[in-house]
């Protein structure tokens, strides 16, 4: 298992260094840049997300790991007429633009393989320092989104595929349809209007992760003010994603109950229990856990964008889009960089994983 961990370690390398290049390449062909964005917050034509005066964070990127870490491809810049080409040409100096494209690319590298991500051209902070600031309330939401879908969706499943057919199989079909067929974002706005101060109910705070007198409440208090803040938002988030992993439940145990080893293990008089918590869970659980890692790294990056908008929490879903807007590249690609590297671990986590499950799998013997 040592040497299959090893080799899967070492194609991480390839695989990040492949993503990291071809997102360097889109945002070459990308119309726009940062100093577009300066040249437009300037001359008051911006239509970014945050927009904002640009000029002291651009100050803060000269030199130093923000401006080796900059990427792009800006060599005419619309708008500009009238601007002093003195001062575009400092610009480019501080954002790291006036190095050949290739230099940009591997200087960014050097400095990511030492966790080095710069500065952020719209803000005073460094990257870093951003994702640490934000991780709390993506971390907050992904994780009790991530295990409660599980620990519904997995019973919901089983007792489905145990009950092929029967009314509870047709009723809980319906809310899983329902649960499929509108995103979570709507489910958000439709808990905001019945429960937090909308037309009926104020029941759920509308606004961040703590309430403003957090640090003033004791440990219980502090417990509760949490889970009072991210009730809505995760129940939005569980409602809209179990259905998927539900359904992917009922049909894995379906397709194991019709198997032969069923049929021999019911026929040597195994009690029903014994048959499907102790041969057909194991493999059937296979495919779910297959699909962990994935629905874990989109609750916690990319599916809960919406929400953190909706509810106003300030986490990295919203972090990554308003860089995105404002073409803030290092926190783009730091985020880039980072998201894929957690993939990829997650990944292996979840190779791991099937042995804990199977012990019978043995990926080493596989490959041999």
Do not use: C
């Amino acid at each position: 298992m040592f040497a299959y961990i090893l080799r899967r370690l070492l194609l991480m390398i390839p695989t990040l260094f492949g993503i990291m290049v071809l997102n360097f390449v889109v945002i070459q062909f990308a119309p726009g840049g940062p100093i577009e964005q300066i040249i437009a917050e300037i001359q008051g034509t911006a239509v970014g997300a945050t927009a904002r005066i640009g000029g002291s964070g651009a100050g803060d990127t000269s030199g130093g790991s923000s401006s080796s870490s900059s990427v792009g491809s800006d060599s005419a810049y619309r708008g500009a007429q009238g601007l002093d080409p003195a001062f575009i040409k400092e610009l480019e100096v501080q954002f790291g633009f006036d190095k050949p494209a290739y230099e940009r690319f591997f200087l960014m590298m050097k400095n990511y393989l030492m966790f080095d991500f710069g500065s952020s051209y719209f803000r005073d902070e460094t990257v870093v320092n951003l994702v640490i600031e934000k991780l709390p309330v993506s971390i907050s939401i992904g994780l009790w989104t991530t295990l409660l879908v599980y620990l519904i969706s997995i019973p919901l499943g089983i007792a489905k595929a145990v009950r092929d057919g029967t009314k509870f199989d047709i009723w809980t079909s319906s809310l899983v349809i329902v649960g499929n067929a509108i995103p979570s974002f709507l489910f958000a706005v439709a808990l905001i209007v019945l429960f937090a101060g909308g037309s009926y109910l104020d029941w759920f705070p509308l606004r961040g992760l703590t309430s403003d007198n957090w640090e003033q409440l004791s440990a219980f208090g502090k417990i509760t003010d949490y889970l009072w803040h991210i009730a809505l938002p995760v129940t939005a988030l569980v409602i809209g994603g179990f259905a998927a992993l539900t359904q992917l439940t009922k049909n894995s145990f379906l397709d194991q109950i019709s198997q032969q080893y069923v049929l021999t293990a019911r026929a040597k008089g195994l009690s029903e229990r014994r048959v499907l918590y102790g041969h057909v869970f194991r493999n059937a659980m296979l495919i779910v856990i297959a699909g962990f890692p994935s629905a874990f790294i989109g609750i916690l990056f990319t599916g809960s964008l919406l929400i953190e908008v909706i509810f106003s929490l300030d986490g990295l879903g919203l972090l990554g889009f308003e860089a995105a807007i404002n073409r803030d590249y290092p926190v783009i690609f730091a985020t880039v960089y980072v998201f894929a590297l957690l993939g990829l671990v997650m990944n292996l986590v979840g190779d791991l994983t099937y042995t804990l499950v199977d012990p019978r799998i043995d990926f080493e013997a596989r490959e041999a």
